[in-house]
């Protein structure tokens, strides 16, 4: 390269340097207005989500993003990046207490990775939250004798038997679980308790940065009246809200969780058996096939009890199981049987089906592989 390659390319990389310090101060100054609506947020006991803001704020910058001729969509990118960040930013300034009453929140299991994060977040709006894990079960009654609210969120093999090894709770006192399952959870909290009873479950892992987006799914028990506080808490905090039977709920969940996590965890077991060279795979892997790879190898970094728990906790997943290796072998008899046109019109037939969400679909996954692209080295 020569000599005044080498300068102009230093002299426009310092230049680049600046603006991008230029950028980093300005982050700075967005993050501490950000925390300042936060605290505003957390005395007017706004939720941190705030849909309506973020479509106007982004149709605006991409409009001005487009008249200086830059991609709106890079432009976007790089806002819900930030607000992202927002999210943590105002979560960690806490939150508007809905229900101000130093009668504790219990939470059973409150030293798991769930039960820890519903215990920061109960802290963080105010709430005196105590622990009832195993080493503590001999303070049982002691402990919830004063409970406003009561959340079990322990390993759902044992959730039926920690709710009806429960102490009696005060007759007001609101009994709920973050199973992922829902029908006997319920039943049993039903049974073991005669006040306010709600089924939730959080659509999400322990490791979310906030609840900003986040889905809970609500299950009503008793007296939904008397919890109603809980769930304005949980939209503060960010999450949706969508009520569901019980039993709808664990239908759907066969197919999301159940057959997913299943389909995925053969996934895995078949490069294994294949002794398949992972690093070979990843060296020919396209950005679609690295993200596959990406979410059946993170199923196998996790606790295999947790998954066991969610696969054989539910009553009919086999039959959803059953259902899905029937049509892989119907799948796999047309490609045997050389029926090339059989293949295409079932993929039609398919196709068909999915309508518009389809497209939507690979819109959406197209986003996310670009940003999974972004981040490879
Ligand atoms: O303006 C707000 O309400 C904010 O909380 C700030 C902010 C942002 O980062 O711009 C963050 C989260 C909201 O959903 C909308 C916007």
Not at 128 to 154: F, G, M, N, P, Y
Not at 344 to 361: C, H, N, P, R
């Amino acid at each position: 390269m020569s000599e005044k390659t080498n300068q102009d390319l230093e002299r426009l990389r310092d230049q680049i340097d600046a603006v991008d310090q230029q950028l980093i101060s300005l982050l700075r100054q967005r993050l501490d207005l950000v925390a300042q609506v936060g605290a505003v947020k957390h005395q007017a006991g706004l939720p941190i989500y705030a849909p309506q803001r973020e479509a106007s704020m982004l149709a605006k910058r991409r409009g001005e993003a487009k008249e200086l001729g830059i991609a709106p969509q890079l432009v976007e990118d790089i806002l819900r990046r930030l607000m992202r960040e927002s999210y943590i930013n105002e979560k960690d300034v806490g939150f508007k207490q809905i229900n101000p009453t130093p009668r504790p929140v219990v939470i059973v299991g409150g030293r798991g990775q769930l039960g820890g994060l519903f215990n920061q977040m109960l802290t963080l709006s105010g709430y005196r939250v105590e622990l009832l894990d195993q080493q503590d079960w001999d303070r049982a009654e002691e402990i919830v004798s004063e409970a406003q609210l009561v959340i079990v969120s322990v390993p759902i093999a044992v959730t039926e038997e920690v709710i009806k090894r429960l102490p009696k709770l005060p007759d007001d006192c609101i009994l709920a679980d973050l199973t992922s399952i829902k029908q006997k959870p319920l039943q049993a909290m039903l049974d073991t308790h005669s006040g306010p009873v709600v089924g939730l479950h959080p659509m999400f892992g322990p490791d979310v940065g906030s609840l900003a987006k986040q889905l809970v799914v609500v299950c009503n028990g008793r007296d939904a009246d008397n919890y109603q506080w809980l769930l304005e808490q949980i939209k503060i905090w960010g999450a949706r809200i969508v009520d569901a039977q019980a039993k709808q709920h664990d239908d759907a969940m066969q197919l999301v969780q159940a057959m997913r996590h299943f389909s995925t965890f053969v996934y895995g077991y078949n490069l294994y058996k294949e002794n398949a060279n992972l690093d070979t795979l990843l060296q020919f892997s396209s950005p679609i096939y690295r993200l596959e790879l990406a979410m059946v190898g993170r199923l196998f970094a996790q606790d295999a009890k947790l998954y066991a728990d969610i696969i054989f906790a539910q009553e009919h997943s086999h039959d959803a199981i059953a259902d899905y290796l029937k049509r892989y072998q119907e799948a796999l008899t047309l490609l045997n049987s050389g029926d090339r046109q059989g293949f295409i019109d079932t993929f039609d037939e398919v196709a068909q089906w999915f309508g518009d969400f389809a497209g939507q679909f690979q819109r959406e996954s197209r986003n996310m592989l670009k940003s999974a692209n972004d981040s490879r080295q």
